[in-house]
C-alpha cells in the first residue's frame, strides 16, 4: 500500500518547483508536495513535526540553497534523535565528487543529479515515487 | 926614502898604505891610511898592541897573532900575505879592512927590514850589508805573520822572489814548485777564474795597482774566495823592479754575503707575500694569563682594526680591546681552545672602527708555544665584512623569495577556489535555466499540441535539441575544468585492466552501432599514471572514434596498448573519414572542431580533455591520420618495467 504522507521538497528555485509538481503530476504522484524555499525553512519543519505534523515520507534536498546551506540541512536532520530516520534523497544539479562524498558522509539515502532534459526529469520522479512511497514503505 | 914626487903618488892613492919595521912598528902611512884608521906622527913608533887597537876576524873571533896577515909576511919566506882583519881603532872605532902584506928587505934608510901593508877599507860597505840583512830578517817576520799571502816577483826573469806562508795555509799546497816555476801560479785558481786573473794584471790601472776576485780549489776540494792585489815596485830610479802583492782569503766574507744576499731576497719575498696576502698577516702573543699584544703585524692591518701596524707593536695594544664587547668572550675563549689543543685558531669577530661602522674579521693562525710560558699565533686576519653583508642580503633574499612563493601559492590556491567556485556556480546557475527551458518546451509540446501548427512544433523540437546541446557543452566544460584541480597522483597504472574498462563502457553502444572493435594489449603492461585521467583520455578517444566511424561501412575501431622504448603506448585507431595532418594541432584545442556540426555532433571539448589529462601525467599525445584514411590516436606514458 502506498504512503500518502506528504514529499518535503527543500528547494529555493521556483521554476524547478513547480518542475517538480509538475513533473510528479505526470507521474500522478497523489503524495502532497511540501516546499521549504530555503534552509531555515527547511529546519522550521523539525518544530512542526514536534507539533504534531507529519512527519514526510521523503525529503527532496537541494544543495545549493540561500542561507544555510542543503548539507548544514542534511547535517542537522541526520543529528536528530527521532528525525535521522526520514529519508533524504539530494536532488541537484552537481556532480561535484566533493558533494557527493560530503553527502553520503552525513548519511544520506540517496545522491540524484537533475538532469537537464523533462522526459529525464520525470522518470527520476518515477524512481522517487516508486523507490520512496512504495517499495519502501511496503519494506516496512 | 922617497922623493917628494913619490910621496904625492902615495897620498893620491884610494887604497891605504902603512909602512911596519920588523917588530911591527908603524913607521910611515900614506894620506888614505891615517884618515881611515885616525892616524897621525905621534902614533908612528908604535905597534897596533902598544896603541891598544884589538884585532879580530871578520865574524868577530879574536885573531891568532900568528894567523895575522902582518906577521905571517914578516914571519914568512918573503910572500905576500892577504887576509881581512877588523882593528879596533882609538879614533875611528872598528874598520873592516882587506889586507895585503909584502915583506921588503930595506923599509927604509937604516931601519932594515920590514913590510908595506895595503888595504882597503870595506868598514861602510859591511853595515849597508847588515842593515840590508836585518830588514830582510824583519821583512820575513813580518811576513810570516801576516794571514794574506804576501809574494814578491822579478819581472823579467819572470822569478818568484819571495812568498809567504800564507800561501801553504790558504791555497794547501807547497810553495816551493812556484819558485821553480812561476807558472805553477795558475794550479790553485779555479779553471773559470783562469783567464779572468790572467787579464787582470793587464788591465791594471795608471799607477800598475790591480784588483782581482777569483777562486782556488784546494787539494782537499774546499773552495777558497780570494781578493788578489798587485802593485810595481820601482827603484831610486823610478824605475820598475818589482811586482808584489796581496791576497786575501775572502771566503767568509763571501759566504756571508751570499747569507745575506738569501736573507735579503727570502726577506723582499716575504714582504711581498704579505704585501699581497688577502687581509693582514700577523704575530699575536699572549702570557699564560692571557694578556696579548701584537709582536707584528703587516701594514694592511690598518684596514682591519683601525690601528696601524707600527702602533700596535710599539703601543703594545692586545687585540681582545680592539674587538667588539660582545664578541670579547667569543675570542678569548677560541684563543684559549687554540692554545691548549695546540689546534688552529679560526674565530669570526667584528672590531667596531673610530670612524664609525664595524669590519666582520675572520682569524686563521697557527698557535706556537713559546719557552716564556706564552703563545705565538702566526697567521691571517682576513675582512670578510663584504661577504657577511653578501651572505646577509643572500639569506634575506632567500627569506623574500619564500615569502613571495608562499604568497603566490597563497593566489594560486585563492584562485583555484575562485576557480571551483565558478563551476560549482556554473554547473547549476547555469543549467537550472536550461531544465526550465526544456521543461516547458516539453509540457507546450505534450499539454498544449492542439493549440501548435507545425511550424510551431518544429520551434519547439528545435529549442529543446539547443538546450540540449547547451547542457553537453556545459557538462564537457566542467569536465574539462574538473581535470585540473588538484595535484596528480601519479602512480602504477596496469594497462589491461584499464583498456577492458573502457571498452566495457561503451560495449552496449558499440554493439548497438554494429561496429567491429578489436582490442590488443601486451600482457604485464604497466604505465605510470592517474588511473582515472587515463581512463578519462581512453574513453573520449574511443567516443571520438564511435562518432566518427558513424556512416561508414565496416565500421571498424582497434583499440590497445604495447611497450615502446620505456614507455606503454596507448593508440585508438578508426577507419572513419580521418583529417589533413595540417590540423594536427587544432584538433587538441578546445572548441576547434574540424567537421561541420550536423556531420559530427559534438562540442569541441573531448580531444582538449584527452590532451589535458595526458599532460598531467607528463604524457604525450598525438594522431596520425591522412584525409579519408581513418585516423590513429595515440598516448604514450612512462613504463614500469616488470619482472617478466
Known amino acids: ?140 | 926614502m922617497e922623493s917628494e914626487i913619490d910621496r904625492h903618488v902615495l897620498d893620491s892613492l884610494e887604497s891605504g898604505l902603512l909602512w911596519f919595521d920588523a917588530e911591527r912598528r908603524i913607521v910611515d902611512a900614506n894620506r888614505s891610511a891615517r884618515e881611515v884608521l885616525g892616524l897621525d906622527e905621534s902614533h908612528f913608533g908604535a905597534r897596533f898592541e902598544d896603541l891598544g887597537w884589538g884585532q879580530t876576524d871578520e865574524h868577530g873571533a879574536r885573531m891568532d897573532a900568528e894567523a895575522r896577515p902582518l906577521r905571517r909576511a914578516l914571519d914568512g919566506g918573503g910572500e905576500t900575505t892577504t887576509g881581512v882583519v877588523v882593528v879596533d881603532t882609538s879614533r875611528r872605532g872598528q874598520r873592516w879592512l882587506r889586507i895585503r902584506a909584502t915583506p921588503v928587505a930595506c923599509i927604509c934608510p937604516g931601519r932594515g927590514r920590514g913590510a908595506v901593508v895595503s888595504f882597503t877599507d870595506f868598514t861602510e860597505e859591511r853595515k849597508t850589508a847588515r842593515a840590508l840583512l836585518e830588514s830582510e830578517q824583519l821583512f820575513r817576520m813580518f811576513g810570516d805573520h801576516s794571514m794574506d799571502l804576501m809574494w814578491i816577483v822579478d819581472p823579467r826573469a819572470q822569478k818568484l822572489l819571495y812568498m809567504n806562508a800564507a800561501y801553504e795555509r790558504i791555497w794547501g799546497r807547497p810553495g816551493a814548485p812556484l819558485y821553480e816555476d812561476l807558472a805553477h801560479w795558475m794550479d790553485g785558481i779555479h779553471p773559470e777564474d783562469r783567464q779572468r786573473v790572467a787579464a787582470a794584471s793587464q788591465h791594471a790601472d795608471a799607477s800598475g795597482i790591480y784588483q782581482v776576485e777569483y777562486r782556488v780549489i784546494r787539494p782537499d776540494g774546499r773552495l777558497v774566495w780570494i781578493r788578489g792585489r798587485g802593485f810595481p815596485l820601482f827603484d831610486a830610479s823610478g824605475r820598475m823592479r818589482y811586482l808584489a802583492g796581496f791576497a786575501e782569503d775572502i771566503t767568509p766574507a763571501r759566504l756571508n754575503e751570499a747569507l745575506e744576499r738569501a736573507h735579503r731576497v727570502a726577506q723582499e719575498r716575504l714582504e711581498r707575500i704579505v704585501a699581497t696576502a688577502p687581509g693582514a698577516v700577523h704575530s699575536y702573543w699572549r702570557d699564560a694569563d692571557g694578556r696579548g699584544r701584537f709582536v707584528f703585524a703587516s701594514p694592511a692591518i690598518h684596514d682591519l682594526l683601525g690601528v696601524d701596524g707600527a702602533t700596535l707593536v710599539a703601543r703594545r695594544i692586545d687585540l681582545l680591546d680592539l674587538v667588539h664587547p660582545e664578541d670579547r668572550a667569543l675570542v678569548d675563549r677560541s684563543l684559549r681552545e687554540s692554545a691548549d689543543l695546540g689546534s688552529a685558531w679560526l674565530a669570526t669577530f667584528r672590531v667596531p672602527l673610530a670612524r664609525g661602522g664595524e669590519r666582520c674579521v675572520e682569524a686563521h693562525s697557527m698557535p706556537v708555544r713559546e719557552g716564556d710560558g706564552g703563545v705565538t699565533w702566526h697567521g691571517f686576519l682576513i675582512d670578510i665584512t663584504d661577504r657577511r653583508r653578501a651572505e646577509q642580503e643572500i639569506r634575506s633574499l632567500n627569506v623574500e623569495l619564500e615569502n613571495r612563493v608562499a604568497e603566490r601559492t597563497a593566489e594560486l590556491e585563492a584562485k583555484n577556489r575562485e576557480m571551483e567556485a565558478f563551476t560549482y556556480s556554473v554547473s547549476h546557475d547555469l543549467k537550472a535555466p536550461l531544465r526550465g527551458i526544456d521543461g516547458y518546451s516539453r509540457l507546450l509540446e505534450s499539454d498544449h499540441a492542439g493549440k501548435l501548427d507545425d511550424e510551431g512544433r518544429f520551434f519547439i523540437a528545435t529549442i529543446r535539441k539547443a538546450t540540449a546541446h547547451m547542457g553537453e557543452l556545459i557538462d564537457d566544460l566542467l569536465a574539462y575544468s574538473r581535470i585540473e584541480r588538484g595535484r596528480p597522483r601519479l602512480g602504477p597504472v596496469e594497462a589491461g585492466p584499464v583498456v577492458a574498462s573502457v571498452v566495457n563502457g561503451a560495449a552496449g553502444e558499440i554493439a548497438d552501432a554494429g561496429i567491429a572493435l578489436r582490442s590488443q594489449v601486451d600482457p604485464g603492461l604497466t604505465a605510470v599514471g592517474e588511473h582515472d585521467g587515463l581512463v578519462l583520455a581512453l574513453r573520449n578517444l574511443l567516443d571520438n572514434a564511435i562518432k566518427f566511424t558513424a556512416g561508414r561501412p565496416d565500421r571498424t575501431i582497434e583499440i590497445g596498448a604495447r611497450r615502446a622504448h620505456g614507455h606503454v603506448l596507448f593508440w585508438v585507431r578508426d577507419n572513419g573519414p580521418g583529417f589533413d595532418m595540417r590540423y594536427h594541432d587544432r584538433i587538441f584545442e578546445i572548441f576547434q572542431r574540424l567537421h561541420r556540426a550536423e556531420d559530427y555532433p559534438g562540442t569541441g571539448v573531448g580531444l582538449a580533455i584527452v590532451r589535458k589529462a595526458v599532460e598531467r601525467m607528463q604524457g604525450k599525445v598525438w594522431a596520425e591520420s591522412a584525409k579519408g584514411a581513418g585516423a590513429t590516436f595515440w598516448i604514450q606514458l612512462p613504463a614500469i618495467e616488470t619482472a617478466d
Open chain 1, 1 to 140: 500500500m502506498e504512503d500518502r504522507r506528504p514529499i518535503l521538497l527543500v528547494e529555493d528555485n521556483p521554476m524547478d518547483v513547480d518542475l517538480t509538481q509538475r513533473a510528479f503530476a505526470k507521474r500522478r504522484i497523489v503524495n502532497t508536495l511540501e516546499v521549504a524555499r530555503d534552509g531555515e525553512e527547511a529546519l522550521e519543519w523539525l518544530a512542526r513535526w514536534e507539533e504534531g505534523e507529519p512527519t514526510p515520507v521523503v525529503i527532496l534536498l537541494d544543495l545549493k540553497l540561500p542561507r544555510i546551506s542543503g548539507l548544514e540541512v542534511l547535517r542537522q536532520l541526520k543529528a536528530h534523535p527521532q528525525h535521522c530516520r526520514i529519508p533524504v534523497v539530494v536532488l541537484t544539479t552537481s556532480r561535484e565528487d566533493a558533494d557527493v562524498a560530503a553527502a553520503y558522509a552525513l548519511g544520506v539515502n540517496s545522491y540524484i543529479v537533475k538532469p537537464v532534459e523533462f522526459e529525464k526529469f520525470i522518470d527520476v520522479a518515477a524512481q522517487i515515487d516508486l523507490y520512496w512511497c512504495v517499495l519502501n514503505q511496503q519494506a516496512l
